[in-house]
Each structure stands twice: as C-alpha cells, then as structure tokens.
C-alpha cells in the first residue's frame, strides 16, 4: 500500500507515519518543517524517520499548488492521504490568523485539489479539532452537536476544514473523513502545549502559569492512543467509504481537571510547581470531553492509556531530549 502523509514532520505526522512504515506502507512523508516551534525538534523527528525503509520525505508547502504536486511526482497512485499538515495552535491564531486561513483552509482545498487529479481518487483522512465545539456546555461532545459558533480563528479554520470536505464529497466524489484529536500528548509532542510547558518549568524552577485559576478540564490523549484511531479510521475508509462517518471524535472520553494534571507532571517530575494563576485566554475554553461511541464502532477506537501512565513517558522522553 502506498500513502502520502502531510504534516510528517509535526507531532501526529510523525509518529503516524513511523507507524504506518514498520507496517510495511510506501509513504510519502511532506512537511514545510515552518518555525512556529523550534525547528530542531521537527528534524529531530525527521531523523527518527531516516532509519525507516519506504519513507521518502519532501520539504514543500501542502497551500502551494505547485509544490505539492511536485512533491507528490509520480506518486500519484496513492491509495490514501493522511492530511495532518495544519498551522496549530489556538492562542497564536490570535496573533496571526492569516497563517491558519493560509494552512487549514487554503491548505485543505489544495490537498482536496491533488487528490481529484490522481490516478486513484484517494480517499482522504484530514484533522480536525476538538476546538471546533467552543464553549459547547453539553457533554461529553458528540460528533452531532452543533459546532458553528467557534471561539478562536484556529477553530473556525478546522471547522472551515470540515465543511470544504462536505463540499468536495458532494460535487467531487472524494471519500473523507476529518479526526477532532482532543488534547494529544506524548514523547516528541509540542512545546507550546501545556505538558511540555509545565514539565520545562518545573525541571528549571521556574513558575507555571495556571490559567482561569485552574478551572479548567481536558481530555488529554496519549500519541498512540490516537495513531491508533488515524489508523483505524484509514482502514475503515479504505474498506467502507460510504460507510464512513464524515467526522470522528478521537479524545480519551475520561476529562482531567488542571489541577490534577499539574499533580501528575509534579510527581513526575519529582518536585512541586510554583503556581501563578491568571485569568482565562480569550480563545481558549473552560473544557474538553469526547463522546467516543461513534468512534468505537466503527474504528475499533479504545483509548487505553491513563494520564497517571502516559505523562511519566513523555517526562522521560523530554529529560532524554533536552538533557536533564
């Protein structure tokens, strides 16, 4: 089997395209490697992917008509794009929103372009978001609940995503289904998020900032977890297209309150946090909680990896990775 992967050199890119090629799969891997983070942390990826026989990685802009299908060359009878490129990040899209309509909505047609002139037509798994559901009060989120009231510019670009997908399913004929990934963690994952963030200044000393005064809730999911469930909805497509749902939840479904993940990264990390509490960001949201169900069913989905399991493997990695 043959697959492109964008997004290779980010954190789910990477670890789902590892996966695929120790399963044998022909990748093609695409990232634009762009500095929002530190650069050396996605070579570091990159180069964990050298060692893989039938990966072949092209640096290029998936918003770039012309780069893509360069990159893609005579690859075109791909059986299945795994789109994971994206410009991530909700509180940066504050300060830069032209990048996430650039990335997540421009991006998105131009993937959605190249797989109309391929050989094969491949059908395409893309990621979405858990932000898609703002500050939904019902829970756990369920793929049917109303998402049109978005609270940040990254949110509306992965529901802007969603959405393009509808239409090119519609007039074009091409299989899709979008992943709303809750909160995902793990060794490799990204330094803007809070495991990173927190595990950093706890080791140096330094305070945390604990925001909305830590009332606050997220359905963290551990990397495999989630590779797992791109795995999962990538056969499901490749077996059943007309049978697959246009979205999935894929979250942990069991919701963590801040205080108590700071609790695991301090017992992790063998010391206690000094604490600054501040009031909540505009663009974030008071909770996270996935309704799995849908995902289960029909991608054998099954979330198996607790808070208290996962957070000392991504400590250990990040005191491998950065020294200490």
Known sequence: MKAIV???AGFIGFHVARRLATEGVQIVAIDNVNDYYPVALKETRLSALDGHAGIRFVRANIANAGELAAAIGEDTDADVVIHLAAQAGVRYSVENPAAYVDANVHGQVTVFEQALRMKKRPPIVYASSSSVYGTNSKVPFSESDPVDNPVSVYAATKRSGELLAHSYRHVHKIASTGLRFFTVYGPYGRPDMAPWLFTDAILKGEPIKVYNHGKMERD??????????VLGAMNRILTSPEATA???NLGNNKPVALMRFIEIIEKACGREATKEFAPMPPADVPRTYADTDLAARDLGFSPSTSLEEGIPLFVEWFRGYNGR
Do not use: L
């Open 6 to 8: 964008t997004g290779a």
């Open 246 to 248: 246009p979205v999935y």
């Open 220 to 229: 963290f999911t551990f990397i495999d977890d989630i590779v797992n469930g």
